[in-house]
């Protein structure tokens, strides 16, 4: 945790900007694979840390604004979960490292809200993800599932606090970053002809565990880099394969890293993936320079895609002026998802708060129907203190390219023939993570080799 001031001032920050009534955080619990006392990893909720740091299950904690209290809702444990679990920290000294000094059976929870409802008072409470917490809500406060309505006000002021991270929050994230570039470097050392997919997962999440590391999402390691979260991991690894890896650690603390690098299985890259792995670098390092307050995100976006056409023009595969190709989303063929997301305690951090108060405004809402822009988590404008990943990639889909083909769609800007040539190629993707500062950005981490060159020179120590 960190220390109890920080998770006072940042609950201090919180009350001043929701006007009255009462903020409840749900904490998370432990989920059963298949029976109850056989649960998944336990995973905090990311907002319940931010604010009070306790990782148990099954707690709650509410900041009264009216009443100026902020109290902690959980049981300590009995006597037979000190027999299979042994003595642990209690909840009332982790309460105290959170500043909070009053707790309260978690049973009385409800009869406090309920007691509030009564009087007029508003609950807030943010989009609960998990089933379990739906229907406390629906217990707590007396109505039906479908009728949950989260506090838009609650929504705005989480996201405008957490948006913006502290220097020990960024410590944090880069310690992850950091053992995610060694996770990466890892797997550059292992993959060569004859292994298979699962053998690299296995080893980079082996590495991660080392280090005091969840992964912060499936890491996705695939020859078949044209599926965009592809999680199958049977494939055997042979010469002529691009291998694209996806994989980030999460601290102790919950913080997260999120990297790609895609890399030949041979000891260099063939013409071809070579060529296209370029354009996409070039986008990258095009893309990543434009971070800055102020600049719109989903500026950059167009202004990568643009430099992906670039190059795709350049090899043929499409043609015309790559601006209005941008503008009639003919790039789409081939770039199919967004540029990048913020990152912090959630890998796509605070998305389960909703991606239209997480990446877009009021004044300039999502476009939740264009093929690309639909997948763009962020479009907003930047702020110093944002932790955001930028990733673009090229990525050949053969349904997707049949279905354009047979509409003749964007065939002004496109060479099908061409491109059908490339119907198998995969995908390719390069992926870092960035802050925002007061005039520029910073890379965050030590850094991961990035060029052909680096790549190849360090692989070629292990494929000898």
Known sequence: MFSAQTYQDRRAVLQGNVASGILLFLGNIENPVNFEHNPYYFRQDSTFL????????KIAAIIDIDENKTIVFGDELSIDDI??????????????KSGVQERLPYAELSQYLLKAQSSGRKVHYLPPYQPSNKIVLTDLLGIKIAELQPSVEMIKAVVKQRSVKEAQEIVQIEEAVNVSNEMHLLAMRIAKPGVKEYEIANAIQYLAANKE???????IVTINGGILHNHYRLNTLKDGDLFLNDSGAETAMGYAGDLTRTF?????????????YEIVLNSFNNAHHLLKPGVK??????????????????????????EEAVKNNAHTLFFQCGLGHMMGLDVHDMEDLGEQYIGYTEEEPKDTQTFGLKSLRLGKALESGYVVTVEPGIYMIPELIDIWQSENKNAEFINYDKVNEYRNFGGVRVEDDFLITDDSYKLLGNGLITTVDEIENYRAEYLA
């Open 50 to 57: 931010y604010y009070f740091g306790i990782q148990e299950p």
């Open 83 to 96: 027999v299979w679990m042994g003595r642990q920290e209690t909840l009332k000294e982790k309460s105290l």
């Open 213 to 219: 590391c969840q992964m912060s999402y499936p890491p």
């Open 264 to 276: 030949p299985v041979s000891k260099t890259f063939s013409t071809k993936q070579k060529e296209i």
């Open 297 to 322: 995100f989903k500026d950059i976006y167009l202004k990568a895609s643009e430099y992906l056409v670039e190059g795709l023009v350049d090899l043929g595969l499409m043609k015309g002026n790559p």
